[in-house]
T-cell receptor, first 111, second 116 residues
Framework: TQLLEQSPQFLSIQEGENLTVYCNSS?????LQWYRQEPGEGPVLLVT?????EVKKLKRLTFQFGDARKDSSLHITAAQTGDTGLYLC???????????FGTGTRLKVLA | DAGVIQSPRHEVTEMGQEVTLRCKPI?????LFWYRQTMMRGLELLIY????????DSGMPEDRFSAKMPNASFSTLKIQPSEPRDSAVYFC??????????????FGPGTRLLVL
């Protein structure tokens, strides 16, 4: 069974701080996605990365796919209260269309 | 477009009862996915359809669960009989395709199911 482990599980920080969350696995993935989920809503896709070593930026969010395509990180610069939510990584292996979701990192940004 | 629509938003039922969850995907999307989310197991794919045909149901927990997609604009997930361990939030998602930018899945708001 492929597992996607995310760390930390919970993170509470002050507005303006930087943070990094991680998504790790022992499997090699063909693509990896990051989602944010707010209470009472479904996950919303933030980014898809497909190339080892790829870095994508979305405003204050920076996403990196590991060189070996087994891990990924999400870095948020100068966090805002609107960044609060559950961050999920999801990955698929070559030859399948099924995304496996990670355990999630629950982020709370305090004003 | 209104996005993916799910109903009901909340469902409380007693063990043994039949539960039917409904989903209307985004118009034009060829893929439809059913997920279940719990604190213990996170977000799990149950089944997905392509052009109304079930492609992979390996995530369906057991025979008590069944899913149908009679047409491109409607799908149901049925649990019969329901058990307390089925309590979870059930999400429906749809996408244009499964490659590149077409693989963006749009999730509905979910149905929160509580089986007593």
């Amino acid at each position: 069974t492929q597992l996607l482990e995310q760390s930390p599980q919970f993170l509470s920080i002050q507005e303006g701080e930087n943070l990094t969350v991680y998504c790790n696995s022992s499997s090699v993935f063909s693509s990896l996605q990051w989602y944010r989920q707010e209470p009472g809503e479904g996950p919303v896709l933030l980014v898809t990365v497909v190339t080892g070593g790829e870095v994508k930026k979305l405003k204050r969010l920076t996403f990196q796919f590991g060189d070996a395509r087994k891990d990924s990180s999400l870095h948020i610069t100068a966090a805002q209260t609107g960044d609060t939510g559950l961050y999920l990584c999801a990955a698929t292996t070559s030859g399948t269309y099924k995304y496996i979701f990670g355990t999630g990192t629950r982020l709370k940004v305090l004003a | 477009d209104a996005g993916v629509i799910q109903s009901p938003r909340h469902e409380v039922t007693e063990m043994g009862q039949e539960v039917t969850l409904r989903c209307k995907p985004i118009s034009g999307h060829d893929y439809l996915f059913w997920y279940r989310q719990t604190m213990m197991r996170g977000l799990e794919l149950l089944i997905y359809f392509n052009n109304n045909v079930p492609i992979d149901d390996s995530g369906m927990p057991e025979d008590r669960f069944s899913a149908k997609m009679p047409n491109a604009s409607f799908s149901t997930l049925k649990i019969q009989p329901s058990e307390p361990r089925d309590s979870a939030v059930y999400f429906c998602a749809s996408s244009f395709g499964v490659f590149g930018t077409q693989e963006t899945q749009y999730f509905g708001p979910g149905t929160r199911l509580l089986v007593l």
